[in-house]
């Protein structure tokens, strides 16, 4: 199974754009990038998706690099809403994810 | 309509005792999931069923017994909970297989050990 590494924590200030990064190195060739979140203990939140091309919808951009080793999930502007832990998988396994704070 | 619901919410109960958490999903989809979330906030994969039949089995005792009585059920059982067991669990599915699809969460389930 494909692991994913992420930054325990990063800052963001409300408006600003919130990049994310996730380091997929080990992914094979047909399996997708996934982002999820998780907003206190509520149940994780589908985020986006995507193999090879980059992807865009309401929530986010997700920008996958051409060797497909990492991903970058945007928020373009974020909000105090958008304060959560931030999953980037592969295949069905978690990590320990990004604890995202949004700031005033 | 909620897509993955999962009962009880919260359950407080004895050591020793045997517990079940029910889970329904009315999205059709073939898989379905029981995740664990402990006090370090790891999520971890316990079990996932295809169309009633167990697919994936993580290192879990076998205190822990999924049950699929069909492809929209999968009930967690536990016996002789222990104080470790404390824990949110997550209940999932996705539309077939476990690649290539989003996993839908239902809101979890706390459980608490005394």
């Known amino acids: 199974d494909a692991k994913t590494t992420q930054p325990t924590s990063m800052d963001c200030a409300e408006g600003r754009a919130a990049n994310l990064p996730c380091n997929h190195s080990t992914i094979s060739g047909n399996e997708y990038v996934y982002w999820y979140r998780q907003i206190h203990s509520q149940g994780p939140q589908y985020i986006i998706h995507?193999?090879?091309n980059n992807e865009t919808n309401e929530m986010a951009s997700l920008i996958i690099t051409e060797d497909r080793k990492s991903s970058t999930l945007i928020l373009p502007h974020a909000t105090l809403r958008d304060t959560a832990v931030y999953y980037c998988i592969a295949h069905f396994v978690f990590g320990p994810g990004t604890r995202l704070s949004v700031l005033p | 309509d909620t897509a993955v619901s999962q009962t009880p919410k919260y359950l407080v109960t004895q050591m020793g005792n045997d517990k079940s958490i029910k889970c329904e999903q009315n999205?059709?989809?073939?898989?379905m999931y029981w995740y664990k979330q402990d006090s370090k906030k790891f999520l971890k994969i316990m079990f996932s069923?295809?169309?009633?039949?167990?697919?994936i089995n993580e290192t879990v005792p076998n205190r822990f017994s999924p049950k699929s009585p069909d492809k929209a059920h999968l009930n967690l059982h536990i016996n002789s909970l222990e104080l470790g067991d404390s824990a949110v669990y997550f209940c999932a599915s996705s539309p077939q297989g476990t690649s290539g699809n989003t996993i839908y969460f239902g809101e979890g389930s706390w459980l608490t050990v005394v």
């Open positions: 995507g193999l090879k």
């Open positions: 069923y295809n169309n009633k039949e167990l697919i």
């Open positions: 999205l059709g989809h073939d898989t």
